[in-house]
């Protein structure tokens, strides 16, 4: 999974920009489970394919997509601070 997020920073980072995607959006976990509930998950952080494309609405892998219009979906926050919250308390 870091792998191909790193890789689509280098790849697809500029254009997700462009088009309005935020860190939770694309790298979202849960605040206190992080990626055991993917419901409060990123398009980046639910599995662990290549992207091969971004488009306004969603993230497009080679199977499948991730969407950031999902009804009553809420982002946790990027992986980073969670990590970073994670590493402190323990």
Known sequence: MRANALAFLDQHGAEAHR???TAPQL???HLEHGFLRVEY??????NDSRVVGVEPDR???DRFSGYRTKPGQTWG?????????????A
């Open 27 to 29: 790298f979202g976990v």
């Open 19 to 21: 088009l309005g995607w």
């Open 41 to 46: 998950a990123g398009a980046l952080m639910v």
């Open 77 to 89: 926050p990027p992986v980073w601070e969670f990590a970073a919250r994670v590493s402190r308390s």
């Open 59 to 61: 993230i497009v892998f």
